[in-house]
T-cell receptor, first 110, second 119 residues
Framework: LAKTTQPISMDSYEGQEVNITCSHN???????ITWYQQFPSQGPRFIIQ???TKVTNEVASLFIPADRKSSTLSLPRVSLSDTAVYYC???????????FGDGTTLTVKP | GAVVSQHPSRVICKSGTSVKIECRSL??????MFWYRQFPKQSLMLMAT?????????EQGVEKDKFLINHASLTLSTLTVTSAHPEDSSFYIC???????????????FGPGTRLTVL
């Protein structure tokens, strides 16, 4: 299973862009990268998933370099409600389990 | 989008009793479901992988006789905490893996979690 490493915490202010980077040095060829958001006492919520290059949806962008050993979740113009824990997960096609890292606690200040 | 439900959302029980938690995929079929446990201020810890129609695969250190998992259909998995004790108090979260679609890998969709408190 690919191990992931993220910063433990990050602070930001409303309206700023936030970039959270995750390292996954031993990612396998068939693995994808998925980012989840979790609020206290709730289950993780899917944010975005990608394999390589750049993926964008209505809430975030995901940047993955050519070597795929890291990925960066970009949240444009964060608000107070984006305060949460963000996890990156390496998941494989037809694979079984995935292991959650420690996640990044993002605190957005007014 | 894919929705996963859990029931109950919160349960308080006495020590020694058994508690069953249900996990349902509401709008898709899930051949694989996962059960996680999360203690305060910590990450999710995988307990077991549940495949429809077969025995669950437990992670190291998780007692299969204490945490009974049944995956009877493609939309339902249950976790039964038998003879619960205060140290079993935790936040239990299930996820269901949707099938590969649109060129993406199977994505896990998580339930809202169940808060178990054992007195």
């Amino acid at each position: 299973l690919a191990k992931t490493t993220q910063p433990i915490s990050m602070d930001s202010y409303e309206g700023q862009e936030v970039n959270i980077t995750c390292s996954h040095n031993n990612i396998a060829t068939n693995d994808y990268i998925t980012w989840y958001q979790q609020f206290p006492s709730q289950g993780p919520r899917f944010i975005i998933q990608g394999y390589k290059t750049k993926v964008t949806n209505e809430v975030a962008s995901l940047f993955i370099p050519a070597d795929r050993k890291s990925s960066t979740l970009s949240l444009p113009r964060v608000s107070l409600s984006d305060t949460a824990v963000y996890y990156c997960l390496v998941e494989g096609t037809n694979a079984g389990k995935s292991t959650f890292g420690d996640g990044t606690t993002l605190t957005v200040k007014p | 989008g894919a929705v996963v439900s859990q029931h109950p959302s919160r349960v308080i029980c006495k020590s020694g009793t058994s508690v069953k938690i249900e996990c349902r995929s509401l709008d898709f079929q899930a051949t694989t479901m996962f059960w996680y446990r999360q203690f305060p201020k910590q990450s999710l810890m995988l307990m077991a992988t549940s495949n429809e129609g077969s025995k669950a695969t437990y992670e190291q250190g998780v007692e299969k006789d204490k945490f009974l998992i049944n995956h009877a259909s493609l939309t339902l998995s249950t976790l039964t905490v038998t003879s619960a004790h205060p140290e079993d108090s935790s936040f239990y979260i299930c996820s269901a893996r949707a099938g590969t679609s649109g060129g993406l890998t199977d994505t896990q969709y998580f339930g809202p979690g169940t808060r178990l408190t054992v007195l």
